[in-house]
């Protein structure tokens, strides 16, 4: 167990609608970070935040948004979801910006 | 940019078997080199790390060494179980970089 918790595990929705995945960072970590994994992209970074704030962003899509609230939780916003969403979100939290990173268990989200 | 490229899997051993997975990489300045292990149904795990030339990573009887002068950071074993069937991935983050960019991921099967 990384300590890093993700909710839900898995997710049932259809196309065009919207969801929220919920990340609680390990205790005393202060960076979240959120990776898309699916079978044609491989593990792809999306966004970074650190105390709060973003930090780092990698190939997240205009219709996907994330932030860290004040208790250091992260939420991961997908919306007008397509077919091609389908995949494995993880996410990870480290103590620092740079220090080693710790997954979660992910959330598999299916879209029909 | 940076980037990392792994051999393709699956790759299928019998018990006991040495484990070779090639990882080669492009970075610019002086990255720090992991391997990330993903058993079924669980998120990433850091297997072994290394931050700086000719330093050797090891874990679990798993070793790499990082080789600037080949750009590679070969992940091996001497004896696999079957217990070691899983997906690992390499990856890069660079000197003071927040994100971390991994391989597209390598399947292992070990057969008793």
């Known amino acids: 167990d990384s300590g890093v918790t993700q909710t839900p595990k898995h997710l049932i929705t259809a196309t065009g609608q919207r969801v929220t995945l919920r990340c609680s960072p390990r205790?005393?970590?202060?960076?979240v970070y959120w990776y898309q994994q699916s079978l044609d992209q491989g593990l792809q970074f999306l966004i970074q935040?650190?105390?709060?704030?973003?930090?780092a962003k990698g190939n997240i899509l205009e219709r996907f948004s994330a932030q860290q609230f004040p208790d250091l939780h992260s939420e991961l916003n997908l919306s007008s979801l397509e077919l091609g969403d389908s995949a494995l979100y993880f996410c990870?939290?480290?103590?620092?910006?740079?220090?080693?990173?710790?997954f979660g268990q992910g959330t598999r989200l299916t879209v029909v | 940019g940076n980037s990392v490229t792994q051999m393709e899997g699956p790759v299928t051993l019998s018990e006991e078997a040495f484990l070779t997975i090639n990882c080669t990489y492009t970075?610019?300045?002086?990255?720090?080199l992991f391997w990330y292990v993903q058993y079924p149904g669980e998120g990433l795990q850091l297997l072994l790390k290394a931050t700086k030339a000719d330093d050797k990573g090891s874990n679990k009887g798993f070793e790499a060494t990082y080789r600037k002068e080949t750009t590679s950071f070969h992940l091996e074993k001497g004896s696999v179980q079957v217990s070691d069937s899983a997906v690992y991935f390499c990856a890069l983050r660079n000197t003071g970089g927040f994100k971390t960019i991994f391989g597209a991921g390598t399947r292992l099967f070990v057969k008793a």
């Open positions: 205790s005393g970590d202060l960076s």
């Open positions: 935040y650190y105390n709060g704030e973003e930090r």
């Open positions: 990870a939290s480290s103590v620092q910006l740079n220090t080693e990173a710790f």
């Open positions: 970075a610019t300045g002086y990255p720090s």
